[in-house]
């Protein structure tokens, strides 16, 4: 996790000439004047991600099968974890450290949706994940069965609870949510062709993993428990992904060199 914090703006009145925003939170309340703060912050990231792509142009397509793939539903995966952070943002009683994963967690997802979505569609490549995902991995499975995604009635739990519950069942549940983000990653970074999209996955692989860890570590030291149903993450063997564990063998080789 890094560590800036990202304060909330102050809510500003709607511009009437203004167009809808693009992303609302599944929350049964409005938006709060921390959520609208932290999605201007996150959107603007998302801009400058588009702008970035935008000004790399190439000629021709440097994208595999994989790439497009990974791309597309991991854009489709990062969806859902930032609606959770935005539930988790409209609750009351939450701790400050656990405010700021949720909110690094939106501007990070929504700069790499931003870089993903660009990418894709500069290049022809439809934007949009399917009805079936991860078969670019070998492991086809409808989208809605995608590993890692909270179905409706642990999003309905989550949206109800408040307080630790709530605190507890969000670590759980983006805990899962990560697992499934690493298992994706960990296959581009060992199969994917295009090197900005390798080295993207490899950099959801390193810090996917330490946000895992650090809200374990977060959760004993609060002292909340594992919702029933969950387990300790730290536990799954998805924790240690081939990507990462070749990257460490390489510098331990460099190293040693």
């Not at 996790?1 to 500003?12: C, G, L, N, R």
């Not at 409209?90 to 909110?103: M, P, W």
């Not at 999003?155 to 307080?163: I, K």
């Amino acid at each position: 996790m890094t560590s800036f914090d990202v304060p909330p703006s102050p809510p500003t009145a709607p511009d009437p000439g203004a167009a809808e925003p693009v992303v609302e939170p599944p929350s049964r309340r409005g938006l709060s004047g921390l959520q609208i703060g932290i999605l201007v912050v996150a959107f603007c990231f998302l801009a400058g991600a588009v702008g970035f792509v935008v000004g790399e142009r190439q000629e021709s397509d440097p994208l595999s099968a994989t790439d497009v793939g990974f791309m597309q539903d991991m854009s489709y995966h990062h969806e859902q974890a930032v609606q959770m952070s935005l539930l988790l943002l409209d609750k009351e009683g939450i701790d400050r450290t656990l405010r700021s994963f949720a909110q690094e967690i939106i501007i990070d997802q929504r700069f790499e949706q931003g870089v993903y979505n660009a990418t894709l569609d500069r290049l022809g490549h439809p934007v949009s994940a399917g009805d079936t995902v991860m078969g670019w991995m070998g492991e086809p499975v409808a989208a809605e069965d995608m590993p890692g995604l909270a179905t409706e009635e642990q999003m309905d739990a989550l949206r109800a609870a408040e307080g630790d519950e709530a605190a507890a069942l969000w670590i759980a549940m983006m805990s899962e949510h990560h697992l499934a983000g690493l298992h994706m990653a960990d296959y581009e970074a060992r199969h994917g062709s295009d090197a900005t999209t390798v080295n993207m996955a490899k950099a959801t692989v390193k810090n996917q993993r330490s946000e895992i860890i650090d809200l374990a570590r977060y959760r004993e030291n609060a002292g909340l428990p594992i919702p029933e149903g969950y387990t300790d993450p730290r536990d799954d063997q998805r924790l240690d992904p081939i990507a990462f564990t070749e990257r460490d063998q390489d510098e331990t080789t460099t190293t040693g060199d």
